[in-house]
């Protein structure tokens, strides 16, 4: 069974509107006289990060991922709760969670700990936040004529994951890929206008053929109107990489985003190119929109576009 | 560092009311005009389930373990978050999951499946849930004077490892290790009566010293006044594993159970004795008083106690 074999199981399980059909990043679900906003990602040893990598900077990404997710729909984070695996280096995992939940105000509910030796390690977050608009954004409201906008620039997280495996770590920034920023003002400034948002985790273009799919549109991204923070010969890369945690958004032309962001597109009608555009042309078949769960190259391997 | 010091570093962290300390099943967090309940629970190959169970069995356990800590609260479900390893037998897991989700009338919410070779995997749940009685029991409330009670045998669990263990699960009797009941109504029933409940997940005797520790009580128990669900030779490791998902409480003694349980104990004022009395004395040192994340024995291996 694949991935996309089980997922496709699951969403016959999700049938409460509240799970918004597996299609977004968060579930939103009212309860009493609030809206809530539940998020929960994981990261695997190997996979999400090197397996030297500072297990500080672990926890910190654990924690950023989620509540950049939370900040993709304009939510105020709640609290977290915590799967973690016993192993090397915990205290590390410690002072990096205490220093993300401190950054951002977010205090630890609960979870669980595993002792369950063998690699990889996996690790599991819940986060929980208010939404502070109704409805929160999703993916799903991209309407033709909207612009298309992104926060800042993507290609970071690769400059940061290739300078951590060219060098260990020393002496070059890799900021960007082991400690992300999760904008969460950002999105709640955001949220009351946009007609879709999400974060960009997995590669700019697989996600905003996301947004297009998930809205029945178009999404006609302009490439050389997109910031990137990476040489430009790595621009075909940049756009393709995951970890940025920018957030994508459409908005009626007639607005002006109230945050720092670029324009870098404009929805159209679906006449039959499918949910992306680049530069005019449907994306080539022979390579990947963005990052689909592959496994980290070894330090010092090539890295993977 | 330990699983201990770990968990002592993150309550430093857990300074939220909400969180209870980390000394309870559950978050108790109040939100608009409803009080949530959260539980995050994980599931590890080789500690909690045996590796070649059947994984619609795993995928029992993992929900009903969480309802379980739910129902401790005398919360009712709202729906689980699933954090997701693929791996061998998906298809399996999908169905248990359906079945259980479905028996429990609990909506899938969302979620993250890793894809991340390599043994044991480990599954993580977070289960959302609304108080129907606030504030919901906690560890912490067993006053002098009040009887101690528990909703069935202990016992069961134990019993059908070892038949699994035995006979590859074939004509003999697992299923109270394989899917266990969380007892969702008689929490809700109990709720608005007890002064401490918790459900025994770890062991009768250690989850009973929870409860003393977390009250600045001792629990006295009669051991044979526990109802066991194994022969009487076994009354001792009975009384120590885990896995049954009974729920103990505490009740001042003027008032009588609305659901069917058996009076065990008594709550007496600490007098230098500690969290627990069994029979009237001080547990040994030399012998566990329950399951602390020990592995697994393999397969017809002689069980631990």
Redesign the interface.
């Known amino acids: ?1 694949t ?1 996309a ?3 496709s ?2 969403r ?5 509107p ?3 059909g ?1 299609a977004d990043d ?2 939103v ?1 009212d ?4 809206t ?1 906003v ?5 990261l ?5 990060y090197l397996p030297d990598q500072d297990m500080a900077d672990v926890a910190w990404k654990l924690v950023a991922t989620n509540l950049s997710d939370l900040a993709a729909k304009g939510a105020s984070p ?2 977290v ?6 192993g090397d280096n ?2 590390r995992f ?1 002072s990096g ?2 220093e993300v ?1 401190a950054t951002y105000d977010v ?10 030796p ?3 390690r ?1 690790f ?1 977050l ?1 986060a ?1 936040g ?1 939404a502070t608009h109704c409805p929160p954004p999703s993916r799903a409201g991209a309407q033709p004529g909207d612009a298309v906008w992104i926060t800042g620039p993507v290609g970071g997280a690769m400059m940061g994951l290739e300078a951590l495996r060219a060098s260990n770590g020393a002496g070059t920034d890799s900021t960007a890929y082991r400690r992300p920023t999760p904008l969460l003002a950002e999105g709640q400034a955001l949220a009351p206008l946009v007609t879709a948002m999400m974060d960009v985790s997995d590669g700019l273009l697989l996600d905003a053929s996301r947004i297009g799919t998930a809205s029945g549109v178009t999404l006609a991204i302009d490439s050389k109107a997109v910031p990137i923070a990476a040489p430009e010969d790595r621009r075909a890369d940049a756009l393709r990489w995951g970890d940025d945690y920018q957030l994508l958004f459409t908005m009626p032309t007639e607005l002006t985003p109230p945050v720092s962001a670029v324009r870098i597109g404009t929805v159209e009608r679906d006449q039959g190119d499918g949910p992306l555009l680049i530069d005019g042309r449907v994306p080539a078949a022979d390579r990947p929109l963005g990052y689909r ?1 592959q496994h980290l190259p070894p330090r010092h391997d090539a890295p993977q576009g």
């Open positions: 069974m991935e074999d089980f997922i199981t699951l016959h399980l999700a049938t409460a509240a799970a918004r597996l968060c579930a679900l309860i009493g006289n609030e809530l539940l998020t929960y990602d994981m695997a040893e190997g996979v999400h709640v609290g709760l915590l799967g973690f695996m016993l915990d205290d410690a969670l205490a939940l205090p630890l509910l609960g979870g669980d700990t595993v002792s369950a063998g690699a990889p996996v599991g819940t929980l208010t769960h």
